[in-house]
T-cell receptor
């Protein structure tokens, strides 16, 4: 069964430093997508970055990059030059590419606090 | 750019009452998803619709029902509300059918339901 594991319930990072949020996954499928979302205290879920299982290069979106290690089944999010506004809950999610499968499976999240 | 619109943003109900949550997807998006996020938990998939047909079903209680209308908006109907139904309910939308791992779901701001 597919599963997402985020082992860091909470993390602190100093402003302007980089931080890595861990995500490991379990799936028996060869084709899948991995996603990261940010959830500020206001509650909305904001899409950050996507990585496909067949993508050869790690995804990047501005200050966000995804360290994708397929053999280790990990998809860690790297935030560079942290800002105070990055303080939020971060969820890793996965979707398998089965026809008729639409849902995301989420991890339990990592709460990031950026310190001034 | 237009985003997913959910209404109402907040809803307070008594036990055993009914509630209707509405979702207006991003224009031209053909798939709608509903998720439930309990306090301190990750979002759990409830149900999805593709082109107005139910496409996938998760752990949605029998007391809940949902549909997608001809204009692609969706409604989640919840009856015989219980205290445990208190949660943040997200609607998300995407463009594209099942079987594709790269199917980014864009979330609305959520409806916070409190059952007293």
């Amino acid at each position: 069964a597919q599963k997402i594991t985020q082992t860091q319930p909470g993390m602190f990072v100093q402003e302007k430093e980089a931080v890595t949020l861990d995500c490991t996954y379990d799936t028996s499928d060869q084709s899948y997508g991995l996603f990261w979302y940010k959830q500020p205290s206001s509650g909305e879920m904001i899409f950050l970055i996507y990585q496909g299982s067949y993508d050869e290069q790690n995804a990047t979106e501005g200050r966000y990059s995804l360290n994708f290690q397929k053999a280790r089944k990990s998809a860690n999010l790297v935030i560079s030059a942290s800002q105070l506004g990055d303080s939020a809950m971060y969820f890793c999610a996965m979707r398998e590419a089965f026809v008729g499968t639409y849902k995301y499976i989420f991890g339990t999240g990592t709460r990031l606090k950026v310190l001034a | 750019a237009a985003g997913v619109i959910q209404s109402p943003r907040h809803l307070i109900k008594e036990k055993r009452e009914t509630a209707t949550l509405k979702c207006y997807p991003i224009p031209r998006h053909d798939t709608v998803y509903w998720y439930q996020q309990g306090p301190g938990q990750d979002p759990q998939f409830l149900i999805s619709f593709y082109e107005k047909m139910q496409s996938d079903k998760g752990s949605i209680p029998d007391r809940f029902s949902a549909q997608q209308f001809s204009d692609y908006h969706s409604e989640l109907n919840m009856s015989s509300l219980e205290l445990g139904d208190s949660a943040l309910y997200f609607c998300a939308s995407s463009l594209g059918s099942g079987g594709l791992a790269k199917n980014i779901q864009y979330f609305g701001a959520g409806t916070r339901l409190s059952v007293l």
